[in-house]
């Protein structure tokens, strides 16, 4: 097995010491000089996993006589599991949620989402696609492809789906990623920000009536997967 680059192995440190709350919300970090005393490594090292934490929305950097490296609060927990759909969950953090439609048309839908409609991988269908703002801030992309002749199974975001239980349910497949250009321009980030992509059939009883891609900031909610 390869073995991980030094500067994540820091990142992977210094993000157990914040999950820990070993440096709680808004503490300040060693300075760097002291960083690349403690790892014996360069400073361009100990710059390069500060890079990944700050893009993963784990510290803050501030310039200036007050500045430094901050510890970030830690982004609600959301269960893709849960009987209430994630943008509840959010706001039963305190989150102020907000979904804008932004699309409504017909889209030729991914391979895995024609083959699971039974449909040709050239036909298209009614797609949407979402952006959520948590606190105000754009939190989550989605884009909905739904079943033909299944649209009132769908009322809109498959964010909202509010139970798991009986007929209706979701199977969620979740990968690291790295965001298009669009997902990028909607969510504000920047080229390298490593994120999460979900891809989420929408099931009523075996039937896939819906398939949505789900991409979100790594700083707008931490995923779990509990039943």
Same mark, same amino acid.
């Given at each position: 097995?390869a073995? *991980?680059p030094? +500067?994540v192995?820091i &990142?992977?440190?210094?993000r157990?010491r914040?999950e820990a709350?070993?440096? *709680? $919300?808004?503490?300040?970090?060693?300075p760097?000089?002291?960083l690349?005393?403690? /790892?014996g %490594?360069?400073?361009?090292?100990?710059r390069?996993a500060? !890079?990944? =934490?700050?893009?993963?929305?784990?510290i803050?950097?501030?310039?200036?006589?007050a500045?430094?490296?901050?510890?970030?609060?830690?982004?609600? %927990?959301?269960?893709?599991?849960g009987e209430?759909?994630?943008?509840a969950q959010?706001?039963?953090?305190g989150v102020? %949620?907000r979904?804008?439609e932004?699309y409504a048309?017909e889209?030729?839908?991914?391979?895995?989402a024609a %083959? @699971?409609?039974?449909?040709g991988?050239?036909s298209a269908v009614? &797609?949407r696609? +979402?952006?959520?703002y948590?606190?105000? @801030?754009p939190? /989550?992309?989605?884009?909905?492809?739904?079943?033909? &002749?299944?649209?009132?199974?769908? &009322?809109g $975001?498959? =964010?909202r789906c509010? $139970?798991m239980e009986?007929?209706?349910g979701?199977e !969620?497949i979740?990968?690291? $990623?790295v965001?298009?250009?669009?997902?990028?321009?909607?969510l504000?980030?920047?080229v390298?920000t490593?994120?999460?992509?979900? @891809?989420?059939?929408?099931l009523?009883?075996?039937?896939?009536?819906?398939f949505?891609?789900?991409?979100?900031?790594? !700083?707008?909610a931490l995923l779990?997967?509990?039943?």
């Amino acid at each position: 097995m390869a073995r *991980k680059p030094t +500067y994540v192995v820091i &990142a992977e440190e210094l993000r157990r010491r914040i999950e820990a709350r070993e440096l *709680k $919300s808004g503490d300040r970090l060693p300075p760097e000089r002291e960083l690349v005393e403690e /790892f014996g %490594v360069a400073r361009m090292t100990v710059r390069h996993a500060l !890079d990944l =934490l700050q893009a993963e929305g784990m510290i803050d950097r501030r310039r200036g006589r007050a500045g430094g490296t901050f510890a970030r609060a830690l982004p609600p %927990v959301v269960n893709l599991c849960g009987e209430r759909g994630l943008l509840a969950q959010l706001e039963d953090h305190g989150v102020a %949620v907000r979904s804008e439609e932004i699309y409504a048309g017909e889209r030729i839908p991914p391979r895995i989402a024609a %083959v @699971a409609f039974g449909l040709g991988e050239e036909s298209a269908v009614a &797609a949407r696609e +979402y952006l959520h703002y948590a606190d105000g @801030a754009p939190a /989550f992309f989605e884009t909905v492809f739904v079943r033909p &002749a299944r649209e009132d199974c769908v &009322a809109g $975001s498959s =964010l909202r789906c509010e $139970s798991m239980e009986g007929e209706h349910g979701c199977e !969620d497949i979740i990968t690291p $990623s790295v965001a298009s250009d669009a997902e990028r321009g909607h969510l504000q980030l920047s080229v390298s920000t490593p994120l999460q992509r979900v @891809a989420r059939q929408v099931l009523v009883g075996q039937d896939t009536v819906a398939f949505a891609t789900i991409v979100l900031r790594p !700083d707008a909610a931490l995923l779990r997967v509990a039943s």
